[in-house]
């Protein structure tokens, strides 16, 4: 048997002969060739991690030791169902990357299959999981400290009458704060978030902190007394991620009596 290198691959060649136990050799056969083919390899990479909305980019990597030009062919299963085809590639070059995008994301779990295969019987296949984590908002409106120790003079004067925390005279101060997801390394932050009184259409806009998952202001209005109607309201708060996604969530109140009521309460005990 002997072999020679063709390009890349290893083409052989050889000639035989049989024997049997009494020693009678057979002619040698005609010279025969036989090519030796060898699978190829891939990869899919990317970052993580990935939230709901993203519109990430996926690498594919593809090489041939023999330097055939390769098929490939990329899938996704969403949450455990059916795969359904995502891109393919024909003609691609051994060790030639390739990248696509694909987006925005629902929440859940992803399952991609690569294949490649090199035209010569000769393929490869390799699964990948990953998740598209949820962003959240979650606000919250509470008193001022002078205020909070108002409304817990008045339920110790007034036990009958008690006022929850989520009682407010009109004419104090909202003190107004946003928890938003922390999305760690990736790129997906909030680029804004609010808090806007629906009745009146005041809005505030919430400072971040360092890390921007805590975000905090104030809304004062003095007119409030004159103004702001009884009874039930709600701040909705709102964030803007930079990969698009609009979130909301709403904080009921109530708006029970006015400032005056304990300014008056005040001067008379």
Known sequence: ???????????????????????????????????????????????????????????????????????????SSYNGGAYVNL?????????EPKAFSHGPLARGTYTFRLTVNDGNGGSYQQTYVFYALPLGLAGRVSHTPEWESYRQ?????????????????????????????????????????????????????????????????????????YTLAQGSQTFRFNVQWSNGLHLTYDVPIRIEGSVFDVIVNQIRH
């Open 1 to 75: 048997m002997h072999g020679v290198v063709e390009g890349k691959r290893r083409r052989l060649y050889q000639t035989l002969t049989y024997s049997n136990q009494y020693g009678t050799a057979s002619d040698w056969s005609p010279e025969a060739w036989m090519f030796i083919n060898r699978g190829p390899t891939g990869l899919l990479a990317f970052d993580t991690p990935i939230y709901e909305h993203d519109t990430p980019t996926f690498t594919v990597a593809v090489a041939d030791p023999d330097g055939d030009s390769l098929n490939v062919q990329v899938e």
């Open 153 to 225: 003079l008045w339920n110790s004067r007034f036990p009958l009458q008690p006022r929850g925390s989520d009682m407010f005279w009109a004419g104090e101060a909202f003190v107004l704060a946003a928890d938003v997801t922390d999305t760690g390394t990736s790129s997906t932050k909030p680029l804004a978030v609010t808090a806007t009184l629906l009745a009146t259409g005041e809005s505030v806009d919430l400072t971040g902190d360092s890390f921007l998952v805590l975000y905090e202001g104030m809304l004062l209005n003095t007119e409030h007394p």
């Open 87 to 95: 891109i393919q590639w024909s003609g691609v070059p051994s060790g």
